[in-house]
C-alpha cells in the first residue's frame, strides 16, 4: 500500500512568487495534518482536517497561506506570496481517526530565494 | 496540551540498549505518551504509545511511571540505523504537537 505521497519533493522559488504543495493521503484516512519543519526543529502543526473541514488552522499564517482539502481526500497547501523565512520542510500527514498512528510524507523541501 | 522536557542529545553504542527519558509533569489523567521518531531527510515516523500500563511492540518498550509524569523509551539492541530524532508526545486527541525531541547518536 502506498504510504503519504507528497509533491513536489523540492521547490526552489523566488520571494514574493507563489507556491503550491500538494499531498494525497493514505487511502480511506479521514484526517490530514499539514507541519512545517524548520532546520534543527520540531515539526509544527499549521492545520488539521476532520474529512473536508479545518478543525484546527490556529497556527496557519492567514494572511499569506491558505489550504483546501478537496472531497475529503487530496489536499493542497498554497503559499502567496513567499518570503524568505517560508524556506522550510512542509510535511503531510494522515490518519485513520481514532486511532493513535499518524502516517508522514517525506516532505517538501521550500527554499525561497 | 501538556508540555514535554527531553535531553537535546544523547549518545548510546551500537548492540547496546538506548534508553530515552521524556518528562511530562502536566500530563492530564486522559492524555497518552506517544514516541516518533525521524531519521534524517524522512518524515516522522510512529513508534509507539501507552496511557499507563507499559507497553512493547516490535520496534520498543515504553515505561510509564506509576504517576506518570514520567516515561522512558527503550530500545532494546539498537543499532546505526536508529539514530535518529526522537520525539515524545502527549496528547488525548487527534492534534500532533513537536517538541524539539531528542537526538539519538548510535556509537559503532
Known amino acids: 500500500e502506498a504510504g503519504v505521497v507528497q509533491s513536489p519533493r523540492y521547490k526552489i522559488i523566488e520571494k514574493k512568487q507563489p507556491v503550491a504543495f500538494w499531498c494525497n493521503p493514505i487511502s480511506g484516512h479521514n484526517t490530514l495534518y499539514w507541519y512545517r519543519q524548520n532546520l534543527g526543529q520540531g515539526p509544527e502543526l499549521l492545520i488539521r482536517y476532520e474529512n473536508e473541514e479545518a478543525v484546527d488552522d490556529s497556527q496557519l499564517p492567514k494572511d499569506r497561506f491558505s489550504a483546501e482539502r478537496l472531497k475529503g481526500v487530496d489536499s493542497t497547501l498554497k503559499i502567496q506570496p513567499a518570503e524568505l523565512g517560508d524556506s522550510a520542510v512542509y510535511l503531510c500527514?494522515?490518519?485513520?481517526?481514532?486511532?493513535?498512528?499518524?502516517?508522514f510524507g517525506q516532505g517538501t523541501r521550500l527554499t525561497v530565494v | 496540551d501538556a508540555k514535554t522536557t527531553q535531553p537535546p542529545s544523547m549518545d548510546c553504542a551500537e548492540g547496546r540498549a538506548a534508553n530515552l527519558p521524556c518528562n511530562h509533569s502536566?500530563?492530564?489523567?486522559?492524555?497518552?505518551v506517544y514516541w516518533y521518531r525521524q531519521i534524517h531527510s524522512q518524515g516522522p515516523q510512529y513508534i509507539i504509545h501507552?496511557?499507563?500500563n507499559n507497553e512493547t511492540n516490535e520496534m520498543a518498550s515504553l515505561i510509564i511511571t506509576e504517576d506518570r509524569k514520567s516515561s522512558t523509551l527503550i530500545l532494546p539492541h539498537a543499532t546505526l540505523r536508529d539514530t535518529a530524532v526522537y520525539y515524545c508526545i502527549v496528547r488525548v486527541d487527534d492534534k500532533i504537537i513537536f517538541g524539539k525531541g531528542t537526538r539519538l547518536h548510535i556509537l559503532p
Open positions: 500527514a494522515s490518519s485513520q481517526s481514532p486511532g493513535p498512528e499518524a502516517f
Open positions: 501507552g496511557l499507563k
Open positions: 502536566t500530563i492530564s489523567g486522559n492524555e497518552y
